[in-house]
Every structure is written in C-alpha cells, then in structure tokens.
C-alpha cells in the first residue's frame, strides 16, 4: 500500500485545515488508516484513526477540534483539523496498517507539514 498525503501549510491559531491521504495498491486489505505528527523534538504521536468496524479513535489533546473520515470510493482518508492551536504544529504523516497474502504491512505517507502561527 502507498499513500500520498497532502494539505498541510501555515494557518493562524483558531483556523482550520484538512489534510487528505490518498492509498494506492492492496487498499482493500488496509485494517487501520490514520494520522500520526512529530513536533520537533518529540516523539512521533497517534492523532486520529479509523479500524475496520470500529470507531474512530482520537487523541485526548485533538478531541472535538479534528475528525478522521473515510471515502472508500477515492481511497482516501481526510483529517479536518479546526480550532487549530500552536501545539498542533508538526509534520503529520498518514499510516496505513493491514494484512495481506503477503503478509502484515505497516505503510507511511511522506509527511505534511502543518504550522500554525500564534
């Protein structure tokens, strides 16, 4: 599985911004997609996923500002990010985990940087 990611840029604090995944290849063997950022310095961090038959899940510190969604027909997964703050600035990158034939996968996306100014 490939993912291409996209949207990221330079907002003000309280703006919004929609980060967009697109996958490619064995899509239909994708078991969890989501969004993942690294701050500088930091550790890299889980933001927003979606499982198959499940809920999506947040990160308490992305609660009722981001929602994670899912357009199977385009293969592609949109994070929308409101009510952005400063602590959000990082680079996301899209994470795509599964099974196949072939095996477990575990795939990134290259990664979108999102800064926003205070």
């Known amino acids: 599985v490939q993912l291409q990611a996209s949207g990221g840029g330079l907002v003000q604090a309280g703006g919004s911004l929609r980060l967009s995944c697109a996958a490619s290849?064995?899509?239909?063997?994708?078991?969890?997609i989501g969004w993942y950022r690294q701050a500088l310095g930091k550790q890299r961090e889980l933001v927003a996923a979606i499982s198959s038959g499940s809920s999506p899940n947040y990160a308490d510190s992305v609660k009722g500002r981001f929602t994670i969604s899912r357009d199977n027909a385009k293969n592609t997964v949109y994070l929308q990010m409101n009510s952005l703050k400063s602590e959000d600035t990082a680079v996301y990158y899209c994470?795509?985990?599964?099974?196949?034939?072939?095996?477990?996968?575990?795939?990134w996306g290259q990664g979108t940087q999102v800064t926003v100014s205070s």
């Open positions: 994470n795509a985990f599964g099974s196949s034939s072939a095996g477990f996968f575990n795939s």
């Open positions: 290849g064995s899509t239909f063997s994708i078991n969890r």
